[in-house]
T-cell receptor
Framework: AQKVTQAQTEISVVEKEDVTLDCVYETRDTTYYLFWYKQPPSGELVFLIRRNSFDEQNEISGRYSWNFQKSTSSFNFTITASQVVDSAVYFCALSEKYNFNKFYFGSGTKLNVKP | DVKVTQSSRYLVKRTGEKVFLECVQDMDHENMFWYRQDPGLGLRLIYFSYDVKMKEKGDIPEGYSVSREKKERFSLILESASTNQTSMYLC?????????????FGSGTRLTVV
């Protein structure tokens, strides 16, 4: 079974629109970590955020915000006022404390922001 | 900043060739990883290493081997390349507590086997 599900394969928006990327995870551990990575066309995955399972506070960083809800096992990512430079593939990932060498990645969501 | 450097961005190899993909990190990270990325499948772990000369199989190790003779270098070896190994290969590294700190990735090697 998939530990991390990103149901949206590809999303296209027009610049300045808001967009939310969904991530649903599955784990039995009580201590775990959730991540979002961005992969621009250059190929390198860039770390965006880490959240541990004990911190359900939502986080905002500029135009980016993250909504972590344990009740629904979701860790969604919203980009406000999207820009062309946001075009990339975004990956959600899960790591469990007692198996820390392994990350479970979702299949990724490709975001296309059109001018 | 931690840098993970993969020796080639693009490679074209023939079926049956032995292929070496090299990865070097410069921040003394204990853990190193090799993933392959295919459309619709996300990132799949091939092998990882948590110390010099140590290696562990990931989810899809068949057809691959690895070598870690020095802490900073982790090599992925395709013993006899096949067309189904055409893919993007990503190397990553992390501190020992990778779950907490996350990974740092290289820019990837796009391998085409013809």
């Amino acid at each position: 079974a998939q530990k991390v599900t990103q149901a949206q394969t590809e999303i296209s928006v027009v610049e300045k629109e808001d967009v939310t990327l969904d991530c649903v995870y599955e784990t039995r551990d009580t201590t775990y970590y959730l991540f979002w990575y961005k992969q621009p066309p250059s190929g390198e995955l860039v770390f965006l955020i880490r959240r541990n399972s004990f911190d359900e506070q939502n986080e905002i960083s500029g135009r980016y915000s993250w909504n972590f809800q344990k009740s629904t096992s979701s860790f969604n990512f919203t980009i406000t006022a999207s820009q062309v430079v946001d075009s990339a593939v975004y990956f959600c990932a899960l790591s469990e404390k007692y198996n820390f060498n392994k990350f479970y990645f979702g299949s990724g969501t490709k975001l296309n922001v059109k001018p | 900043d931690v840098k993970v450097t993969q020796s080639s961005r693009y490679l074209v190899k023939r079926t049956g060739e032995k292929v070496f993909l090299e990865c070097v990190q410069d921040m003394d990270h204990e853990n190193m990883f090799w993933y392959r990325q295919d459309p619709g499948l996300g990132l799949r772990l091939i092998y990882f290493s948590y110390d010099v000369k140590m290696k562990e199989k990931g989810d899809i190790p068949e057809g691959y081997s690895v070598s870690r003779e020095k802490k900073e270098r982790f090599s992925l070896i395709l013993e006899s390349a096949s067309t189904n190994q055409t893919s993007m290969y990503l190397c990553a590294s992390s501190l020992r507590q990778g779950a907490y700190y996350g990974y740092t990735f290289g820019s990837g090697t796009r391998l085409t086997v013809v």
